[in-house]
């Protein structure tokens, strides 16, 4: 699984850019799924047939990654730029982001007379090795991503894009379970684009569909880091079950049903409270007439990073999890 981890979070792919990603993701499932197709908002929705027995779910995952893209290029060829999705301006000076035409450039800050302050983003620009404007390698509106390499020590998995590729991973690896398994649902994986920019893939493939049930698949915090941010999620100890978060209180059935199926299979679990930011299931819970949401979180440390950090544990809960939820009958 560590060899399709690296392909996925290696990839270009910010949000509005996912093509890349989902081209990769077509080619890993084709083999599995009944039915594949493409929304006009870059949405990957593959269909895994039930018997007819069960109810339509929709599980999503997003393809897309923080990025930045660029506003100006000075008379001098650097590059000024905003950002796509939340990007911290203290993970910045000295990182290298990357180009899809493969230009590689230096971020760095400008002076700064506090040398304890943390400058915007605004004070940063990004040197591709360009004298002026004519030599510059890329333009105005051409998006970037974060260049840093995979590793694995043990069972941690460190990378940019864990958010939200490891999602992904942990929806393929299910949906190859289900084919073999069977399922009494309708399920819709939904790989979804431009999560971080506002949930805007998912919203649009929720509305289309219309499932029952949506769950989404995503990376949360952890509580167990040096003066990190108080919550009961530690890297290691399991699928993190979402209860609430920033943005939507998950559907108290689907909770249960999802602790009772872990505890059933005896599968590593742990209960998510999150007091800032949201997920997919937020836009599945209010699209149309509404669902019962939730949320299965990957726990990570270093969200919105160049070294987003896992552990291949808690990926394998969560994909034994979701299986188990899809592969019985949901009494909500």
């Known amino acids: 699984m560590n060899d399709l981890i690296e392909k996925l979070v290696t990839t270009y792919g910010p949000s509005g850019f996912e093509g890349n990603v989902r081209d990769i993701i077509r080619a890993e499932i084709e083999a599995y799924a009944d039915n594949i197709t493409t929304d006009p908002m870059g949405n990957l929705i593959v269909h895994k047939k039930g018997d007819g027995s069960g109810l339509k779910v929709m599980i999503a995952a997003h393809m897309d990654e923080i990025g930045v893209m660029v506003t100006h290029i000075t008379d001098k060829g650097y ?77 941690r998995l460190t990378s940019k894009a864990m958010d939200d590729r490891i999602g992904c991973v942990v929806a393929i690896e299910t949906l190859k379970r289900l084919a073999a398994t069977g399922t009494p649902h309708e399920v819709y994986f939904v790989f979804s684009t431009q999560e971080e920019v ?31 941010v108080e919550m009961a999620v530690e890297l290691g100890a ?52 509404g669902s019962a949401a939730g949320c299965i979180s990957i726990p990570c440390r270093y969200v919105h990073s160049q070294s987003e950090t896992v552990d291949s544990r808690d990926v394998e809960a969560c994909i034994a999890l979701l299986t188990e939820v899809l592969r019985q009958e949901m009494p909500l």
Do not use: W
């Open 79 to 155: 590059l000024r730029f905003t950002n796509i999705g939340g990007v911290g301006a203290r993970t910045l000076s000295g990182n290298r982001v990357l180009f899809e035409n493969g230009t590689i450039g230096v971020v760095y800050g400008d002076r700064n007379t506090n040398a304890t302050a943390v400058s915007g983003l605004d004070k940063h620009y990004i040197d591709v090795g360009a004298t002026s404007k004519a030599d510059c390698p890329v333009g105005v509106g051409d998006a970037a991503v974060f260049q840093r390499d995979f590793f694995a020590q043990g069972t």
């Open 198 to 228: 506002g949930v805007r893939g998912a919203q649009t493939a929720a509305n289309a569909l219309t499932p029952d049930v949506g769950i989404a698949l995503d990376v949360t915090l952890t509580g167990d880091m040096h003066e990190g």
């Open 238 to 289: 399991g699928a993190a079950i979402k209860a609430k978060d920033a943005g939507m209180i998950s559907h108290v059935g689907l909770v249960r049903l999802m602790k009772k199926r872990a505890a059933e299979a005896n599968i590593a679990h742990q209960i998510e409270v999150l007091a800032g930011g949201t997920t997919d299931a937020r836009a599945m819970q209010i699209a149309g007439p």
